[in-house]
């Protein structure tokens, strides 16, 4: 681990908060730029694409993609971001394991506030296997409050009678909207990036006035995970939302789910976004590369196996 990167990175993150909430505009605006500054692999291409009645880029490997597919989710609360906002993330998963992606550019509250974005997640994953996609070669990934949307969005599947993507990957994962995590209170001097009344603003833009007391928004704490697939739950601990992927991992346990939790010392929120600058960066998508790898089956890889 690199001490001297960690510094940097935090001082680079660690920016003076507004002393009143920022507009919906000057949020996303911030989260472009900031999200700018990430890099993106050079061995991926990308086109536009649909996904339901929603926008997406698909990304693709720059040789002969493998066979596989990846939903992803981008983050930001629900309120801010886009594929392009998360595609160092996308490629990185891409380049590294030679699978496709498409990212998906579902609705943004207060325009559509929830459930908006989980039913827009479940129409992409239907329309993927109404296209023909295997959902033993399909899986879910996402960072932040799209890391709540591969499990969310999997809670709809499974209520709606969808077979089950082969896995879940969710990087800082945002799983519980009631915010009662020890670490909300316990890492709120550490976290360069939240506050609680930052969550606490861009919460109450999503739910709209719904009760968080629900699984769809606080499936941490709150959802039956029965048949869920394999997890890797991955965070680092200086961040608030940290027991948001603690206690998903133990309601995962319990239900019987295989699951990995990956916590990294020392890093913030998302911290896998700064790969090419962060050594553990990279080190932690080479894993979520090789879950993923580990996970997705085929039918030419589930013929072989049986042979």
Not at 16 to 44: C, D, K, N, T
Not at 270 to 276: K, L, Y
Request: proline residues 7%; hydrophobic residues 40%; negative net charge.
């Amino acid at each position: 681990m690199s001490r001297q990167q960690r510094a940097e990175i935090d001082a680079m993150v660690r920016r003076p908060q507004p002393e009143s909430p920022r507009s919906v505009e000057e949020l996303r605006a911030g989260f472009r730029a900031m999200m700018g500054e990430m890099i993106v692999p050079a061995g991926i291409r990308t086109r536009t694409a649909t996904l339901g009645d929603r926008p997406a880029v698909l990304v693709e490997p720059a040789g002969t993609p493998k066979a596989g597919t990846i939903l992803y989710f981008h983050g930001g609360s629900y309120v801010v971001g886009s594929p392009e906002t998360a595609m160092s993330l996308t490629g990185n998963l891409v380049t590294r394991t030679g699978f496709r992606a498409f990212s998906l550019d579902y609705r943004l509250a207060p325009e559509h506030p929830f459930p908006a974005a989980i039913e827009d997640g479940l129409s992409a994953y239907r329309a993927l296997l109404e296209s023909g996609e295997d959902p033993s070669a399909t899986v879910f990934a996402g960072d932040s409050a799209g890391g709540g949307l591969t499990v969310t969005t999997c809670l709809a599947a499974r209520d709606a009678g969808l077979p089950m993507p082969a896995a879940i990957v969710a990087f800082s994962p945002g799983l519980d909207g009631t915010r009662t995590g020890e670490s909300m209170d316990t890492k709120a001097s550490i976290d360069p990036f939240f506050t609680r009344e930052g969550l606490e603003h861009t919460g109450a833009v999503y739910r709209a006035g719904q009760d968080p007391h629900q699984p769809m928004l606080s499936p941490a704490t709150l959802a039956d995970l029965t048949g869920f697939p394999p997890m890797l739950l991955q965070a680092g601990t200086n961040e608030m939302l940290l027991d948001d992927s603690t206690r998903m991992a133990t309601r995962a346990r319990d239900a019987g789910v295989d699951v990995i939790l990956d916590i990294t010392a020392d890093v913030p929120h998302v911290f896998q976004a700064f790969t090419g600058v962060l050594d553990e960066a990279d080190e932690a998508l080479d894993r979520a590369a090789l879950f993923l790898s580990q996970h997705i089956r085929t039918r030419d890889t589930a013929r072989t196996s049986a042979g």
